[in-house]
């Protein structure tokens, strides 16, 4: 079975950075991503590149940064006030999630000054160049449970899992 819209595929990868930086690893988590194919759950660049394949085949991905998280907008970097914040403690790195106009955001504090706070709101992987080595494990007709929530759920927990059984 290849991967295409309305399927479920199961895969490890390793995300880097255009420096070789390791930044993320799904076997050192020891959990596969599993995601719906064609419901906007991975990055479109690479939903596009898996599209076609199957399970066994393994890939490397380079996503520019306008195909992955953005270019960097300086924009996006302000003062806010002290009090925005819930913790009493504030230092350079620390990240908040937020509510934004475009669903929750995270908020990365840059700098703690006397009368406010400097955040950026870019995404932390905003203007970087990313490389996936992904290996596809799985790939699955989703269920109408699935399908109807946009995302894998776990097996045995979806009340159209047992009706999907029944039908074939």
């Given at each position: ?13 390793v ?10 690893d799904s ?10 194919h064609?419901?906007?759950n991975?990055?479109a ?24 998280y ?24 620390m ?12 908020v ?29 494990l ?7 449970a699935?399908l109807a ?5 776990p ?14």
């Open positions: 079975m290849t991967i295409a819209p309305q399927r479920v595929v199961t895969l490890h990868y995300l880097s950075d255009e420096d070789g930086q390791v930044l993320d076997r050192a988590r020891q959990a596969p991503l599993e995601y719906l064609g419901h906007d991975i990055l660049g690479l939903e596009r590149a898996l599209v076609g394949r199957e399970a066994g085949a393994e890939l490397s991905v380079t996503l520019m940064p306008a195909e992955a953005g270019l960097r907008d300086e924009a996006l970097v302000r003062e806010v006030g002290r009090d925005a914040f819930p913790v009493p403690e504030l230092s350079p790195g990240r908040f999630q937020t509510p934004g106009d475009d669903g929750p955001e995270i990365t504090v840059v700098e703690v000054r006397d009368d406010g706070v400097l955040i950026d709101t870019n995404h932390p992987l905003a203007g970087r160049t990313l490389r996936y080595r992904v290996e596809v799985e790939v699955r007709d989703a269920t109408r699935e929530k946009g995302h894998p759920l097996p045995g927990t979806a009340a159209g899992d047992v009706e999907d059984k029944k039908m074939v």
